[in-house]
């Protein structure tokens, strides 16, 4: 049993090792990337009467950008969602949350980054009685780890946490949020 323990702590080490000696590529220069994923959204109402507070949420983000070092890196990016089952009103409708934010991601080690951005944020209804529309402030931040990195691509998992403020008049919401654990692809 304890050569057993010992062989699976020198793999560990020997492993451990290995990523530590690892020489990835530097991310220099524009980069480009996607990511896909899946969530949940709430919006937090005003008195509406029979108004839900919570959706499940897909969709894709597109960045574009620079890196201002290899640990830096400056970006602006567009988010679509569609918010399927979404019910406003008592009504299943058609809902899309729409943003466009500058940010910056920092890797904090070689591979584990993390992203904070500020923008704006569109939330649109159709199908209800009364069709909704509207802006505000968007607040994003995530944390992700490059699964695997090569050459001048990159793949990783995230998670990312939004918080929306909306500015409409006659509409049931002042804000919302957002959970995502999306699939990220870059290439610098």
């Known amino acids: 049993m304890v050569f057993v323990a010992l062989a699976v702590g020198a793999a560990l080490w020997v492993t451990a090792a290995r990523a530590a000696a690892e ?42 950008g620079g890196a201002f070092t290899d640990r830096v890196h400056l970006y602006g990016e567009l988010m679509l969602a569609g918010l399927p089952g979404a019910k406003f009103d008592g009504t299943s409708v058609t809902a899309f949350l729409g943003a466009l934010d500058i940010g910056v991601q920092v890797y904090v080690l070689r591979r584990l980054y993390a992203r904070a951005g500020f923008g704006v944020v569109e939330h649109a209804t159709l199908g209800a009685e009364q069709d909704w529309a509207y802006p505000g402030p968007h607040i994003t931040g995530s944390i992700g780890y490059d ?42």
């Open 23 to 64: 020489e990835l590529p530097e991310r220099t220069g524009a980069r480009v990337g996607v990511s896909l994923f899946v969530g949940a959204a709430g919006f937090s109402h005003t008195d509406a009467p029979g108004v839900s507070t919570a959706a499940p949420m897909v969709g894709a983000s597109f960045r574009f």
């Open 147 to 188: 699964l695997h990195r090569s050459g001048e691509r990159a793949f990783a998992l995230e998670v990312t946490v939004a918080d929306e403020f909306f500015e409409g008049t006659g509409t049931p919401y002042n804000g919302g949020y957002s959970v995502a654990l999306g699939a990220s692809f870059d290439w610098f």
